[in-house]
């Protein structure tokens, strides 16, 4: 008989466990790809302003590089 409490044990012990892990997603195959779609495009957004961005900082310092070396006298 001391099986059965065993498998008692075990079975608490797994329920325990099994409650402290992170629940999965529940959502629809269509809502997940939707959810997915949506963040991928707010992603998206953002990258082409941080490369607009970059872009014209970039011009920016290649202007101001060509008036310090004007006003230095030398050309790039």
Do not use: F, V
């Not at 065993?6 to 329920?15: T, V």
């Amino acid at each position: 008989m001391a099986r059965g409490n065993q498998r008692d044990k075990a079975r608490e012990k797994n329920l325990k466990d099994q409650a402290g892990k992170k629940p999965k997603n529940e959502q629809s195959g269509t809502q997940y790809a939707r959810t997915k779609e949506q963040q991928a495009a707010i992603m998206r957004q953002k990258q082409d302003e941080g490369m607009t961005a970059e872009y014209w900082l970039s011009l920016e310092g290649i202007s101001n590089a060509k008036k310090a070396a004007e006003s230095s006298g030398t050309k790039k």
